[in-house]
């Protein structure tokens, strides 16, 4: 059973930086980890993700909106996994949650259903 807490939420300005962090109780080295994102009365939308890392190292992948701004990475020692988040836009106000999933097909990775593992979500605000 893995368990998934968010940290570093909170209010910075548009243009400013925030880092967060998801902490796994359990090993989660396997799992492929997301960052999604829900604004008030918006659906649940994929922001990030990093494959478990193998051999040749580890993969990420982001919505466009967050090309270029975004930064996800992972430490396996740690079970850790961070999303830098730059150039932050109003936009990018949202709980923002951390999953885990073990296995399953890259092209449903940006799905939160294919999930199975979810934080709490941590609260990010950008000011205009």
């Known amino acids: 059973q893995v368990q998934l807490v968010e940290s570093g939420g909170g209010l910075v300005q548009t243009g400013g930086s925030l880092r967060l962090s998801c902490a796994a109780s359990g090993r989660t080295s396997n799992y492929a980890m997301g960052w999604f994102r829900q604004a008030p009365g918006k659906e649940r939308e994929f922001v990030a993700l990093?494959?478990?890392?193998?051999?040749?190292?580890?993969?990420?992948d982001y919505t466009d909106s967050v090309k270029g701004r975004f930064t996800m990475s992972r430490d396996n020692a740690k079970n850790t996994v961070y999303l830098q988040m730059n150039s932050l836009k109003p936009e990018d106000t949202a709980v923002y949650y951390c999953?885990?999933?073990?296995?399953?097909?890259?092209?449903?990775?940006?799905?939160?259903?294919?999930?199975?593992?979810w934080g709490p979500g941590t609260q990010v605000t950008v000011s205009s």
């Open positions: 999953a885990a999933r073990r296995g399953g097909l890259w092209t449903n990775a940006r799905q939160p259903d294919s999930y199975d593992y």
């Open positions: 990093i494959t478990a890392i193998t051999w040749s190292g580890s993969s990420t």
